[in-house]
């Protein structure tokens, strides 16, 4: 939903994502081209974020008309995400109706000091971008989200995922140490123990819905999860007391079942047992996971890749696909993590990405799911990230680079560069000193997939040809790095 920020903020956000996606300086002319701006737009854009707020986060240094983006220990690009939000009013104003979701049109105007025929504008801005990319309406009488409520509880949810910060707890009406406790004592009736990111996405589910419930926007079906737990545990004073200190009032079983919904679809499971007991059961069920389990075992028979934990990715990518986008990052606001990630390993194993991809365009076709590309693209970041090793297997197809060493010097010489190879990269390299003594010879023999010299040469080659300092730079080792990449990577395109 990029189509909110502002012209000036969407250059901003778009140079530090370019700026932080390159290893080297960027000449402020490709700025300018990759942001369809003029070179002195560019320049602004650069100045007026190097004296902003985020000036404490990172460092952008230039080099004559080149520039690089350096962030400071503990920061990602996620900041840059989480500061565009803050300033577009027009996220201010979706972030507002949450809270308050009968809002009129006067008072949101007057509240953001802003005119009633700018506010229309903006809201009709906010309507296009989110029917297109979420298929929720915001209307202005009063102003608030349409759809189902399962779609707008997710994307509130996400919203603020990406808002704030990780270490910032956003809803202050809601106490969150007592939240924490209170989830510890229903962890034992989770399927999986509670981790850090799953705590999160947990507890900000739960303070979405409650919001939402609270305000009479209830979920379409109720569901008995945490209201039969709380019927059978013997210490209900301890669920009242840390419920009132969270909410206010004791635990209330309707608001327990409304949430509970939220995580629990209809065909959701807490156990690969309890999936095929169903899939006994229920026909749907059934295709599902005859499907599932097609497309991976097909996967792992084509690229010959073991699988240990079958049960356990059958289930995660069944109740994944019910979920849709209630899960955590199915679908992301202006956050680009998730695709990036998914974007990598296509370009690490390009064949296999591609087998994955059309596998899920037609288990979703034949499931009659119709998930969007960026739900589908959450499937396949399951299915990649859940299968034990997968990527430690796909590297096993990498081979091990041969790095011949040529020293103009002395052997003595190219022994220490051969040391110091060694060392920083382990046995990620075949090292070896050259035997031959004719230069043509050296550039011409097949053995070397890598060349590393401490000298120049001019003439063209085939290989990497890598010139260094008599002791190789930490500079000449990221360009010795960046070749073992590109030799180890060339081996795998055909997974």
């Not at 942001?35 to 004296?51: F, G, N, P, V, Y």
Request: proline content about 2%.
């Amino acid at each position: 939903m990029i189509d909110l920020l502002s012209h000036s903020m969407k250059r901003k956000f778009e140079l530090l994502h370019l700026l932080e996606s390159s290893d080297e300086y960027v000449h402020i002319q490709t700025i300018a081209w990759e942001l369809d701006c003029s070179i002195r737009t560019a320049q602004e854009e650069i100045d007026e974020l190097i004296d902003s707020e985020l000036k404490d986060c990172f460092t952008i240094e230039n080099r004559g008309k080149e520039f690089m983006l350096i962030f400071n220990p503990g920061i990602t690009i996620d900041i840059i995400t989480q500061y565009v939000m803050k300033e577009s009013i027009h996220f201010q104003i979706i972030e507002r109706t949450l809270y308050d979701d009968n809002l009129t049109v006067e008072a949101l105007a007057q509240d953001l000091h802003i005119s009633i025929p700018t506010i229309y504008r903006h809201i009709n801005t906010i309507n296009e971008s989110l029917q297109k990319h979420a298929d929720i309406s915001f209307t202005s009488s009063p102003c608030r989200l349409h759809s189902d409520e399962s779609n707008i509880r997710s994307f509130y949810i996400q919203y603020f995922s990406e808002r704030y910060p990780v270490e910032k707890w956003p809803f202050k009406d809601i106490d969150e140490e007592s939240l924490n406790q209170f989830l510890e004592m229903f962890e034992p009736s989770f399927s999986e123990k509670l981790n850090f990111s799953s705590m999160r996405e947990i507890k900000i589910a739960i303070a979405i819905s409650y919001i939402r419930y609270k305000n009479e926007n209830y979920a379409e079906n109720k569901h008995s999860f945490f209201g039969d737990f709380y019927r059978k545990i013997d210490n209900k004073e301890r669920v009242d007391e840390l419920h009132t200190k969270m909410f206010g009032y004791p635990f209330d079983i309707d608001m327990s079942e409304d949430i509970a919904s939220y995580f629990l679809t209809k065909h959701h499971y807490q156990s690969y047992q309890d999936l095929i007991q169903a899939a006994n059961t229920y026909d749907y069920v059934g295709k599902s996971v005859l499907q599932l389990t097609s497309v991976i075992n097909k996967l792992a028979d084509k690229y010959k890749m073991p699988i240990d934990n079958f049960e356990t990715l059958v289930l995660d990518m069944h109740n994944a696909a019910q979920k849709g986008v209630r899960s955590l990052k199915a679908r992301q606001i202006l956050s680009t993590q998730k695709s990036m990630f998914v974007s990598t390993f296509q370009s690490i194993a390009p064949n296999m990405y591609e087998d994955i991809e059309n596998s899920l365009k037609q288990y979703n076709k034949i499931m009659s799911l119709n998930l969007s590309d960026t739900v589908l693209h959450h499937l396949m970041y399951i299915l990649i990230t859940h299968w034990n090793d997968l990527l430690l297997n796909i590297y096993t197809h990498m081979k091990q680079p041969v790095v011949k060493l040529v020293s103009a010097n002395d052997q003595y010489h190219a022994k220490i560069i051969q040391q110091k190879l060694k060392f920083d990269f382990d046995r990620q390299i075949d090292v070896d000193i050259v035997d031959q003594y004719l230069l043509k010879d050296i550039l011409e023999s097949d053995e070397a997939d890598i060349i590393v010299t401490n000298f120049s040469i001019q003439q063209p080659v085939d290989k990497h040809v890598i010139a260094v300092s008599d002791l190789p730079t930490a500079k000449d080792m990221q360009v010795i790095t960046k070749a073992i990449y590109e030799v180890q990577h060339e081996s795998t395109k055909y997974l």
